[in-house]
């Protein structure tokens, strides 16, 4: 059953291209997300494998999703209005099934002071998941979501990366950091890449990706610079391209740019 609900997830070149679409737990209305119906439209054109959102939008726009695959954030942390405790968990599999999806998605944060608290959430809800036969997503982010560079490092990410896979993570997301080709040589799960905030140009994003997938990262989980692209559509049908067809950036810019 893990296997089945991971290949509406992954395709057969062992590969994902996840849209990131649960900012709102934390933002609200963020940019790009204001009215999702839209958004989501141009995310399915544009060729994406999966999506990881909310229970309220995974609810409310069904219709929209259909076509991806679906991943609900089962956690949560702090606001923009307050703040709680890391390592929140906010909804149970069975909820995750009742609503369709295909796997589930928790964070962790190995180095962090909430360290204990964040992992015994994320192997509590794989034991969970597991026995229903329900893949999950380890998000697994040394330091925490605001760590320093200095605990971004590759032999860091690489160190939370198998920390993910030892407790039971079906596949894991992980910031990308240089020399990350030690990450994917020694995470035994597929490992995709987060895209964190929108900063840069578009085309630094897009070698970022370039440059994970040619050392063994299985693809990414990228949101606020896929939904706050000025043009969603085209942003995404770039980054499938690098993904699925092994373009080159510069390819992949020519479809961002018509």
């Given at each position: ?33 204001e009215q999702p119906a839209e958004t989501l439209k141009k995310i399915v054109k544009g060729g994406a494998d999966a999506i990881l959102t909310t229970y309220g939008t995974a609810l409310r726009f069904a219709k929209e ?140 994003m897009l070698e970022k990706i370039r440059s994970a997938l040619d050392v063994g990262a299985k693809g990414v989980a990228v949101g606020r610079n896929i939904f706050q692209a000025d043009d969603p559509y085209a942003m ?23």
């Amino acid at each position: 059953m893990v296997e089945r609900r991971l290949n509406h997830i992954f395709r057969p070149d062992g590969r994902a291209f996840i849209v990131a679409f649960d900012h709102g737990m934390i933002d609200g209305p963020a940019k790009g997300m204001e009215q999702p119906a839209e958004t989501l439209k141009k995310i399915v054109k544009g060729g994406a494998d999966a999506i990881l959102t909310t229970y309220g939008t995974a609810l409310r726009f069904a219709k929209e999703i259909e076509p991806l695959g679906l991943i609900l954030r089962m956690d949560g942390g702090g606001t923009k209005l307050g703040k709680m405790g890391v390592g929140s968990q906010f909804y149970n599999i069975e909820d995750a099934i009742r609503i369709g999806a295909d796997a589930v998605a928790v964070s962790a944060f190995p180095g962090s002071p909430d360290e204990e608290e964040s992992m015994r959430t994320l192997a509590k809800i794989i034991g969970d998941a597991h026995k229903w036969g329900v893949p999950v997503m380890g998000e697994m982010v040394p330091g925490g979501f605001d760590s320093p560079d200095h605990m971004r490092t590759a032999e860091s990410i690489s160190i939370a990366a198998r920390i993910g896979a030892e407790l039971g993570s079906d596949w894991v997301k992980i910031p990308y950091a240089d020399g990350f080709e030690v990450v994917t040589s020694t995470c035994y799960v597929p490992a995709v890449i987060l895209g964190g905030a929108k900063k840069g140009s578009e085309r630094i994003m897009l070698e970022k990706i370039r440059s994970a997938l040619d050392v063994g990262a299985k693809g990414v989980a990228v949101g606020r610079n896929i939904f706050q692209a000025d043009d969603p559509y085209a942003m995404t049908a770039a980054v499938a391209a690098l993904i699925h067809e092994n373009v080159s950036v510069d390819e992949a810019m020519k479809i961002l740019n018509g």
